[in-house]
């Protein structure tokens, strides 16, 4: 680190210190999920509200991770994975998609709240330090959007999550490499029949020619079946991709 910076990043932190306590006095902050005060504690999620999400512990599926309520002693494939043969090679999650996860998820989505993608992504960070070798990871991707969709919300919430991911974790962010070609409609009614082929083929990669050979860590809001991440999964091997892993804030 050249001489002088450490001493300039260490200004910037308090500076940017002072300005939050400064705007807090004027609009104080609120939990996102909960809407008590938030005083002195830093991000827009509250203490409680934290220690209140249900992480996504064993048992569950070795290959997606899906969670099972019982009792497995050793190593199990879900019906989906042994059946389909999802296209990312290890999915894992953060937190179950019930109580306070849930408010956090649909503010980002659909109430216009970028600001939750740093608490989310922080978040996620952490899963992917506890399930992911990160030497196995060379850059980091997200779902992407139909081009009409991401202009009627603004922004992609998974590229914004992503990109917290990518900073904590200290590796590249994919602002391209995966594209969706075909407008698919909201996967949220749909049974997972319907979800697999509501995005079949809906998605292309681009650049072909940095993306061959590397291990991609792919980032979402929220799986559920995974029909959408395994298809993201499959175009990104399609081009070359070595490896794609998945890691969600939520699991459906």
Known sequence: MPPGMEQSQIVMRELRRLASGALDIIYP????????????????VCWDCIAGLEPVTEPFCSICGDPFDGIIEDDFVCSFCRRDGPGFDLARSAFRFRGAAMPLVHGLKYSVMPHLARDIGMMVARCVETHFPLRDVDAVGCVPLYPRRERGRT???SGLIAAHVAAEIRRPLLRAGLRRIRDTATQTRLTARERRRNVRNAFAATDCDWLRGRRVLLV???MTTGATVSECGRALKDSGVAAVYVATFARG
């Open 220 to 222: 979402d809001d929220v």
């Open 155 to 157: 922004y992609n919430q």
């Open 29 to 44: 902050r609120v939990c996102a999920a909960c809407g008590a005060g938030m005083d002195d504690q830093p991000g827009h």
